[in-house]
């Protein structure tokens, strides 16, 4: 929150006790669901199951012989699986060097739910793509990498210590 008001050029002293209050004073922001686990067992120890009651946290646990109640997993694995398939066509041979091309696409591609690449959900940016970096296009030429050092020295000055 703080550092989207310092990119549009806003300070004030007190913004990060502000934001702060503001998140806290959000009903919905506070309200702790449930949580799906799998059968782990760093998951049903006493540390983490004393944490989970302490914010008032449902823990569940889902059946290892029902692998529906794991529904995206199951369908994150079968797009994985079916793009690996894509890529090696009938040789079914070496997919492990096809895996890092299915999750770079599966990472790059627009979510529908949110419009958004998991990458710039993650970074806060769209990806350059490989073939970006070896040859001048728009977006790499008009880089600003003075600007890009000052932005990186904000971000480790937002950081709450």
């Known amino acids: 929150m703080v550092a ?9 002293p007190t913004m990060h ?5 503001i ?27 004393d944490w989970c009651d302490k ?17 995206l997993v199951e369908i994150a694995n079968w797009s994985l ?9 009938k040789g079914n041979k070496n997919w492990i060097e096809e895996l890092s091309h299915v ?3 599966r990472r790059t ?23 970006e970096i070896g040859m001048p296009t728009y977006r790499t030429v008009t880089v600003d990498t003075v600007h890009n050092d000052e932005e990186l020295r904000l971000n480790l000055d937002l950081l709450e210590e």
């Open 81 to 89: 699986r079916e793009g690996i398939k894509a890529r090696l066509g």
């Open 109 to 131: 591609m627009i979510k529908s739910s949110h419009g958004d690449t998991p990458f710039s959900l993650t970074y806060g940016m769209e990806v350059v793509i490989p073939a």
């Open 23 to 49: 998140i806290r004073a959000c009903n919905d922001c506070q309200i702790h669901q449930e949580i799906v686990l799998d059968n782990g067992k760093q998951f049903s120890d006493n540390p983490f199951k």
């Open 55 to 71: 914010f008032n946290i449902t823990q569940r646990f889902a059946s290892v012989k029902h692998p529906q109640s794991n529904g």
């Open 103 to 105: 999750l770079w696409a």
């Open 17 to 21: 006790r502000d934001a702060r209050d």
């Open 4 to 12: 989207k008001a310092m990119r549009l050029e806003y300070y004030w």
